[in-house]
């Protein structure tokens, strides 16, 4: 991920978007801070020095004041903590973030002309009946084809003059996003957990708002898998890990299995192929060297199960290593899912492509 800051001109946008802009960067400065407020305000005092964006009218004090006023943070005994408003107010900016690097007809997504709570509408019309929501009643040919009917000095428009929009109602889905949390996320110079949490943050964002009847939830794996919540998402970091990926796969195929009959998908994002597992007697077993055949079987029993439970996997690799490329060929053939590599700045508009094209595949 790239951020390109410039030196502020008083000319150069309102002060309302001045303010916007700098909490859309304090959003993603927490993002990389793990949640810590004052790390991520030292971070903006820093590129501040650098890039001023601050001066008398809105001072690096004023700022602080608003994300008090507005309330994303809240101060308690000197301790400055992040409000669940904050947190809205990173997986808002996460989200926006993603959809403005998507091409318009790939997305699914609109921010206007929505009918309603699990409903999307169709491009065909057809004419209105009673129960059609009004919403959906599309003006332009509705009006002209009572012109059609009227005569030049009036216009009587009857029933069946009305034409709505065909609707389909969308089917709930149950995803659980697996998060890798093993340390080389964080080595060789390259941060990949922070565009992963980035996802996370926009994709909880976007089930809460536009599907608010699919389901969620989060795994994180590193030696063990762990599900965590959306609140969590912030103060999520890496750990000295080896790469548990079948502990992973099990939590999470043990979560899907309680959704009931929904469609069932999980997404992983890995940068490493599985490197450690739990042996029988439950002490934890791990090799870094190549593809261990032990680890790798177990892992590949999970691909299977998963796809007995017809639970699609669909793996990003965000790592050019050719040991988990050859894995997740095998690991794609067991449970007949999807694998893709991404590059870190497109992980997040990779996800979504792929979620909303499910999304319509299930319905």
């Known amino acids: 991920m790239e951020i390109l800051y410039s030196k502020w001109r008083p000319d150069s946008m309102t002060d309302d978007k001045r303010l916007e802009d700098l909490l859309s960067v304090f959003s993603y400065l927490l993002i990389q801070t793990n949640g810590d407020i004052d790390e991520a305000l030292d971070w903006l005092e820093q590129l501040d020095q650098e890039y001023q964006l601050f001066d008398k ?10 994300l008090k ?42 921010e206007s002309n929505k009918s309603g709570r699990g409903i999307d509408k169709l491009g065909e019309l057809k004419k209105y009946e009673f129960g059609d929501q009004i919403s959906n009643i599309d003006m332009t040919s509705t009006l002209r084809n009572a012109f059609l009917k009227s005569d030049i000095n009036s216009l009587n ?8 929009y065909e609707t389909e109602h969308m089917t709930s889905c149950a995803t659980v996003l697996m998060i890798d949390i093993s340390h080389s996320m964080i080595l ?28 969620l939830s989060i795994v994180i794996f590193g030696d063990d898998a762990k599900e965590i919540t959306i609140r969590d998402l912030p103060f999520l970091s890496v750990g000295p890990f080896h790469t548990n990926t079948k502990a992973g796969l099990s939590l999470a195929r043990q979560i899907l299995r309680k959704k009931g009959k929904v469609n069932k998908q999980i997404f ?45 996997i669909t793996t990003f690799m965000i790592a050019h290593d050719q040991y988990l490329v050859n894995f997740i060929e095998e690991f794609t053939k067991a449970n007949n ?9 497109n992980l997040g508009q990779h996800i979504f492509v792929d979620y909303l094209k499910n999304r319509k595949r299930f319905n």
């Open 57 to 66: 009218d809105l001072s690096f004090g004023d700022f602080v004041d608003e």
């Open 69 to 110: 006023k507005k309330g994303y943070i809240a101060e308690k005994e000197g301790m400055k903590f992040l409000t669940d408003k904050g947190s809205q107010k990173m997986r808002s900016d996460s989200l926006k973030k993603i959809f403005s690097g998507l091409k318009p007809d790939t997305s699914g997504y609109h």
């Open 157 to 164: 428009l009857e029933e069946d003059d009305i034409d709505v």
């Open 188 to 215: 060789y110079g390259e941060d990949r957990i922070t565009p992963a949490k980035e996802v996370a943050l926009a994709l909880s964002e976007l089930i809460l708002t536009r599907y608010p009847k699919d389901k």
């Open 268 to 312: 992983m994002i890995t940068d490493g192929k599985p490197s450690a597992l739990f042996t029988e007697d439950g002490r934890i077993y791990k090799n870094s060297f190549g593809l261990d055949p032990r680890i790798v079987n177990k892992t590949l029993d999970e691909a299977v199960a998963c796809r007995k439970d017809k639970i699609k």
């Open 337 to 345: 899912g999807k694998a893709y590599y991404s590059d870190l700045d």
